[in-house]
């Protein structure tokens, strides 16, 4: 009698245990410097279990997309935050899970009460207008006209109660806020009015009668900006901005790379491989950072820190925007090496699958649009980085040559710009830089020494 008491209180106290044993998933950071990110795509349905290592979702982050994996078993509750969702804050609750077995039947009162504790990006912004006493009222007779009428024909000078993020959407998209019913507290007009806003005929009307005729707006598309175009504007426009960029440029022979290049490239098509420019090109920049570290720095504000690996940045195009994968220890490395990780880096760029170990912390960039045909061009330096590399295309040149019999002869010339940062890298250190890549690549030989 008493084991079978026991028993039934265990399985009681189990049984209690599992219904309280639903957890918040919140969102993670990917990344030191992630304030918030994406949900792309959710790998797991509601209801459905996982195992230690399974993928539960894709997170779209500033830079790239990444899987995030279960670190234990369980059961996906209530799925909070749906595919597509943006700007989901650091740490917001974007699912409920629990553990298989349990009781989920409260998983979606869970998420009903984590999701309105959750901050709304235009609750957060200050409500002086809130606070403040409503104006006095005026001499002028009550007016018996609805509420909505009053809002279409209002008077100038009266205050419109509407949220930061709203009047900037209306402003952009050229929507009267007089116009909109709020649905936001004390008939504050929040975002979702200012979306859902549909101009009517006498709207239109009144605006036509009331304005002279604009001329017609060209067709055009609107593409929402994405994590990763958003942060690279606003780190480009600071980097800009902020920091004492100059620019030096040189012109370099690339025959002898060519020929180099032609003959390994004759070795190594028994293996499937083939050795590009931009490959002489990331080894000679190492090269040259072990001959003039001073370029290979950053600026920390307090000190300038001068790294001695050579971790170098390539940029790579993608359909979301330029990223930076990095070739850790350029210089420890061989032509074949550097190809080999290149390529496969690139790939992992285009596919959104980087790790964020694999574009965070590199040490100079190269930017290479040689590709497309650019003789010249300047790139914006990537910071805390003091250096950015833009290589052009390898074009015939004629050149001065008194040891031939014509005088002159044709050239395989490429044209390099080095941008500085002029707190970190004066001037005479670019040049010296520039000198050495420039030697490191017309007598590519010095490689192997």
């Known amino acids: 009698m008493a084991s079978s008491v026991a028993r039934i209180f265990a399985r009681r106290f189990h049984v209690s245990a599992r219904r309280n044993a639903l ?19 959710w790998k797991k349905k ?15 982050t500033d830079k790239a997309t990444i899987d995030v994996e ?12 749906q595919d ?11 699912a409920i899970v629990g553990e298989e077995g349990d009781d989920v039947s409260g998983a979606a009162e869970m998420a009903e009460k984590a999701a309105s504790q959750a ?28 509420k909505e009428e009053s809002k279409a024909d209002l008077p100038t000078g009266d205050r419109i109660f509407a949220s930061p993020i709203a009047k900037k959407i209306a402003l952009e998209r050229g929507i009267p806020l007089g116009q909109l019913k709020g649905s936001g507290p004390s008939g504050r007009i929040v975002r979702e009015d200012v ?7 006498s709207t239109s009307t009144t605006a036509t009668t009331s304005q002279a005729p604009a001329a017609d707006l060209p067709d055009f598309v609107d593409t929402p900006v994405t994590n990763m175009r958003r942060t690279i504007g606003a780190r480009l426009t600071q980097s800009k901005q902020e920091l004492p960029h100059y620019y030096l440029t040189v012109d370099i022979d690339m025959g002898k790379v060519m020929k180099l290049r032609e003959v390994f490239n004759k070795t190594l098509a028994e293996k499937g491989a083939k050795l590009s420019v931009n490959d002489f090109i990331v080894k000679a920049t190492a090269c040259a950072l072990a001959d003039v570290p001073e370029a290979n720095s950053a600026w920390l504000g307090e000190v300038i820190r001068t790294y001695k690996k050579a971790d170098i940045s390539v940029a790579v195009a993608t359909p979301s925007g330029l990223i930076t994968p990095i070739v850790k220890d350029a210089g ?27 574009y965070q912390g590199g040490t100079f960039t190269i930017s290479n649009l040689g590709m497309y045909d650019i003789s010249h061009f300047t790139a914006i330096i990537n910071p805390p980085q003091s250096c950015i590399l833009a290589i052009g295309s390898t074009q015939a040149v004629l050149v001065p040559a008194p040891e031939e019999e014509r005088g ?33 690549l017309e007598n590519p030989l010095t490689f192997m020494l």
Do not use: C
Request: no cysteine; hydrophobic share 35%.
């Open 23 to 41: 957890s918040q998933f919140n969102m993670p950071a990917m990344s030191p410097t992630m304030t918030e990110g994406g949900i792309a795509s």
């Open 84 to 94: 597509g969702a943006k700007n989901v804050a650091i740490g917001s609750v974007i």
């Open 195 to 201: 979306e859902k806003y549909k101009p009517t005929s």
């Open 46 to 60: 509601e209801g459905e279990t996982f195992s230690a290592g399974d993928v539960l979702l894709e997170i779209e």
């Open 332 to 358: 420890a490395k061989g032509l074949a090496t550097i190809s080999a990780e290149t390529k496969a880096l690139a790939k992992k760029a285009r596919d959104g699958k980087l790790a964020p170990s694999e």
């Open 408 to 440: 002159f002869k044709t050239a395989q010339m490429m044209k390099a710009t080095l941008s500085s940062d002029h707190r970190t890298v004066d001037g005479a250190v670019g040049a010296r830089w520039l000198s050495a890549f420039k030697g490191y």
């Open 70 to 81: 279960a670190q234990d078993d369980g059961i996906l509750a209530k799925i909070i935050a």
């Open 119 to 146: 901050p709304r990006a235009e609750e957060k912004a200050p409500r002086a207008s809130e606070s403040s006493p409503p104006p006095p009222p005026t001499s002028e007779p009550s007016r018996s006209a609805p």
